[in-house]
Each structure stands twice: as structure tokens, then as C-alpha cells.
């Protein structure tokens, strides 16, 4: 992992955590796709968390000087997507990450210890 992206995967783990994420998950999905380096995967329990931790993740990266690339899923805050590149976001309510189970889809993706 290179420092700028070990600082971004810091940086927006930091941010979810704060905001009381469960379940975080990093994923080294470089190794199995071209896709991204990683993906962060994180719950949280309702339409309101999902929004506050996306937008403390936001203000983090922008503080940080880290532009995000694209956004997806805001509105309905079922699926929020923060896209920075190498970094890609997946902050999900519980019934939509069980349905979509993202860590079974890329199960040959290592994952990443995040302590």
C-alpha cells in the first residue's frame, strides 16, 4: 500500500469509526480486480447514521486535500458509494449489505487488518 493510500484508507476508517460504523471492512481488492486498491465496506443502522457517516467521511478526505471522484446512493441512503479511485466506499444499511454481501461477492479479496 502506498503512503497517499494508506493515509486515505486512515483517514476515511478514522471518519466511520467516529461516527459509530459497525462492521468495518477493508478489503485489498487490487489483488483480485482492477476495480481499486481497496474497498472500505461499513453499516450503519439506519438512513440518518448512513448520511453522517458519509458526510464525516467527506469532510475528512476534503480536509485531508483528497478529492472524491464520484458519489452514488446519497439520497436514498440505503447504498451510499464514495468513489476516491483507489479507495472506494460502501456505507450500506444492514438489509441492504445481508442482500448485496459484498465481502461473499469478493470472498478471494484479502482483507485488510484495521487495527
Do not use: C
Not at 15 to 24: G, I, M
Not at 48 to 77: F, M, R, S
Amino acid at each position: 500500500m502506498t503512503e497517499d493510500v494508506q493515509r486515505l484508507v486512515k483517514v476515511i476508517k478514522t471518519a466511520a469509526e467516529e461516527k459509530k460504523a459497525v462492521d468495518l471492512v477493508v478489503l485489498q481488492i487490487g489483488a483480485v480486480s482492477l476495480i481499486a486498491d481497496y474497498f472500505i465496506i461499513a453499516t450503519g443502522s439506519t438512513k440518518l447514521q448512513v448520511h453522517a457517516i458519509a458526510d464525516y467521511i467527506l469532510e475528512k478526505t476534503k480536509e485531508a486535500g483528497i478529492p472524491l471522484l464520484h458519489q452514488e446512493g446519497y439520497e436514498e441512503g440505503l447504498w451510499v458509494l464514495l468513489d476516491y479511485g483507489s479507495v472506494v466506499v460502501h456505507l450500506f444499511q444492514p438489509e441492504q449489505r445481508s442482500f448485496y454481501n459484498l465481502e461473499r461477492l469478493w470472498a478471494h479479496a484479502p482483507k485488510v487488518d484495521s487495527h
